[in-house]
Nanobody, 124 residues
Framework: QVQLVESGGGLVQAGGSLRLSCAAS????????MGWFRQVPGKDREFVSA????????DYADFVKGRFTISRDNAKKTVDLQMDSLKPEDTAVYYC?????????????????WGQGTQVTVSS
């Protein structure tokens, strides 16, 4: 089993930066692809970024390419999402997910475990 705890959310002005972090417990972390999703009220949770179990492969939604960077530290059991050039439309609750397998995923049902989420608010 894997438990995930996100941190780093907050309020930032448009054009600013935030760094989200996801701390994991459980031995399966280093063998699992991880991802970040986001959700706004009334909408489905949407894919933001994913990273392979080794950190060697990353994937991004088109709307964050060039602005967000995902990374992981298997020794510390953390996955970070560096968010730069933030826009008001990036406002959402951001969730960290664990696939509990080697392969990455872009869909919500590809993830077995989720954190509780952290709120990101970008003001215009």
């Amino acid at each position: 089993q894997v438990q995930l705890v996100e941190s780093g959310g907050g309020l930032v002005q448009a054009g600013g930066s935030l760094r989200l972090s996801c701390a994991a417990s459980g031995r399966a972390f280093s063998n699992s692809a991880m991802g970040w999703f986001r959700q706004v009220p009334g909408k489905d949770r949407e894919f933001v970024s994913a990273i392979s179990w080794s950190g060697g492969t990353t994937d991004y939604a088109d709307f964050v390419k060039g602005r967000f960077t995902i990374s992981r530290d298997n020794a510390k059991k953390t996955v970070d999402l560096q968010m730069d050039s933030l826009k008001p439309e990036d406002t959402a609750v951001y969730y960290c997910g664990c696939t509990f397998r080697y392969s990455m995923a872009r869909t919500r049902n590809g993830y077995a475990y989720w954190g509780q989420g952290t709120q990101v608010t970008v003001s215009s």
